[in-house]
């Protein structure tokens, strides 16, 4: 049930909401909005480092630098859309369909949507509410 509230905005919640889940539930769930808006920032502002490029690619500075760019306008536009944003998943989706990735050498992209898709920092969210929901139980005597 508190994942559902999650993605509700804090501002469709009525005072009634706020009485029905209580104190506890309620400063739990601002803490966790803010938390993971803070995150989804950084996500979106800090590309994966490409550590290693790969054989076929044919100018690493060009290659980084077009990574870097592709991040920012694609995971940077799916995760931030002030209108339409994306969760995770669906932004990483978009990115990986809907880009051009410029100068980056195929083995350098695929390189990337394998750590991509090893997820590390996409699931931080999704640890950081299973712990708050395991304390609340706990809290709360569930």
Known sequence: AFRGLINIPLTQLTKTHHSMIGSDVFKSLALVKAVLDEHCRIIA??????????????????CKADWHGVWWN?????????????PYDEAVRCFKLEMEFGRMGRGCKEGMFRLIDEGSA??????????LCNQLVTKLHL
């Open 45 to 62: 502002a800090e590309e994966p480092r490409i550590l290693t490029h790969a054989d076929d690619c044919q100018d690493p500075p060009a």
């Open 74 to 86: 694609g995971m940077g536009q799916y995760l931030l859309d002030g209108r339409n944003p994306q």
């Open 122 to 131: 996409f699931k931080h969210a999704d640890h950081f509410i299973d712990k």
